[in-house]
């Protein structure tokens, strides 16, 4: 390894090397927000109550096969070989020539839909059915329960799961270089080819993919504290609506009359 | 008086197990019942099944006149007008105090947040809880919890409060601060359906005690009836072993 060489080829292509680390970061990150909003509707819809009898016993059974369906498939076939179905078959089979970049991220986005949904059904069947029932005894109907109560608790126990699909997926994308998304695995192919250095050259793509990776774990870290709040409450730090005006007079008085 | 609530022939069965048998049992406007019996005599489950959390396998629950039980009402609507306090508390993890007493109102009920907002406060400083309207349900402790789900269940404003052991998962400490709450709306009139072990309560606040025993009513009158002269046996045996000193 020749670190002349190496901060050459980093100083001389960085255009291109961030340009690469930027649709890397846009298609995850894409990905990954509409995968979740695909696997939350996907885990609210499996886990309506199934009444014993009538057309909704039949509507709802037809729509979670097709859901197992969708899970299935895209779990238990490879993102790379799904890619070329989607955007070569695709084209050629129904002559839809889709952008290259909507592809992606349509890829990515089922993709982490078919995981998540998984994940947030697990989610869902570990909030405690207490919840569910005081949900129920206010008169909350299945949606209202779901969007009220359980979602948001689900969202902040499956955070690290989800953190780890978008480290996944930041990955993952370089796959998508077989569809020629000018993600940072195919940029830094293409200036390896330019300067036939592949060892430097993918290097420093290793360094850019860890900081990509680090930096959105520790932010999702921080993310997971604020949400969570102190163990503690803290008396009359944050009351202003339930002042009394005793309450006002001992404050006024303890700044000396400036309020 | 009016009934509010009207239990005829309700039965549940788990299975083969049959957990109530045949019950007959009416809620009169502003009564408090308070109904005790020993665990696995059924009395949880009845008080659920009012609250339709149970699905009854047989029997009517006629409300204000009309069966719940038909196919063609709504039981959503007719959860809003019961309040259900939990032996657990149940409170929403994700909200604040204040938020678990008006996201009932605003999303079942449709009233505005500021209307909901005051209607919560109103029912928070009932159960003196109204100086922690931001705190997160962890923080709190068992018996705040549940003056916070009694002001919950409160400011939904139901026609019926009912109870499910509100103070048997609470430190001894706790329960006091619980029971004077719950004595208070008594008090104030509040039709209420309290399934309890503490005797001394029932002793005190209810209108009538229903003693309940493997699944059926054994006997029901009021609470010098019951407490000073039951009539049947197995009431005897229940109350020998319960208020025995020790």
Aim: hydrophobic residues 45%; contains cysteine; neutral net charge.
């Amino acid at each position: 390894m020749d670190l002349q060489w190496l901060i050459k080829i980093a100083t001389e292509n960085a255009p291109m090397f961030i340009r690469g680390a930027e649709v890397t970061l846009f298609i995850s990150m894409i990905g990954t927000i509409i995968g979740s909003v695909i696997g939350m509707l996907i885990g609210v819809i499996r886990t309506i109550p199934v009444p014993e009898r009538g057309v909704k016993k039949v509507v709802i059974k037809i729509i979670n096969v097709i859901l197992s369906i969708y899970i299935e498939f895209f779990r238990g076939t490879p993102m790379i070989v799904q890619a070329m179905v989607i955007y070569y078959g695709s084209a050629m089979a129904f002559g839809i020539d889709m952008d290259r970049t909507y592809a992606a991220i349509f890829i990515v986005s089922i993709n982490t839909g078919a995981y998540m949904s998984e994940i947030v059904r697990g989610g869902i069947v570990s909030i405690d059915k207490g919840q569910f029932e005081a949900a129920h005894a206010i008169g909350m109907n299945h949606l209202q329960t779901m969007f009220n109560v359980v979602i948001p608790q689900v969202i902040r126990n499956i955070l690290p799961a989800t953190g780890n699909e978008f480290v996944i997926n930041i990955k993952d994308t370089s796959v998508l270089s077989v569809i020629s998304v000018s993600e940072l695995f195919f940029t830094t192919k293409s200036i390896a080819g330019n300067n036939f250095r592949y060892f430097e050259s993918f290097f420093v793509a290793c360094v850019i993919y860890f900081i990509m990776t680090f930096t959105v774990t520790r932010i999702l870290r921080y993310i997971e504290h604020k949400i969570d709040g102190p163990e503690d409450y803290i008396m009359y730090a944050n009351q202003m609506q339930v002042e009394t005006p005793e309450d006002m007079l001992r404050r006024i008085n303890n700044n000396n009359g400036n309020i | 008086m009016e009934k509010v609530i009207d239990i005829q022939h309700l039965s549940k069965s788990f299975g083969a197990h049959e957990v109530l048998k045949d019950i007959d049992f009416s809620v009169s406007k502003g009564e408090v019942v308070c109904i005790i019996g020993s665990s696995g005599s059924g009395k949880s489950t009845l008080l659920r099944c009012v609250n339709l959390l149970e699905k009854p396998s047989g029997g009517q629950i006629i409300y204000h006149g009309k069966n719940i039980l038909n196919d063609e009402h709504d039981p959503v609507e007719y959860r809003a007008k019961l309040g259900m306090v939990f032996q657990q508390f149940n409170l929403f993890n994700n909200h604040n105090v204040l938020g678990n007493c008006t996201v009932g109102q605003i999303k079942v009920l449709k009233r505005s947040k500021e209307e909901a907002k005051k209607t919560a406060m109103k029912y928070l400083q009932v159960v003196g809880m109204e100086a922690f309207v931001n705190a997160k349900p962890k923080q709190l402790s068992g018996g705040q919890k549940q003056r916070v789900a009694i002001a919950r269940a409160l400011s939904m404003e139901p026609e019926v409060m009912l109870f499910d052991e509100p103070t048997s998962a609470l430190d001894p400490e706790m329960v006091g601060e619980v029971l004077i709450v719950m004595k208070s709306l008594a008090e104030s009139g509040l039709t209420m359906l309290v399934v309890t072990h503490e005797m001394a309560f029932a002793e005190e606040v209810a209108d009538r005690v229903v003693f309940m025993d493997k699944g059926v009513i054994a006997e029901e009158g009021t609470p010098v009836q019951i407490f000073n002269n039951p009539t049947q046996e197995r009431t005897k045996e229940f109350l020998k072993r319960t208020l025995k000193k020790i």
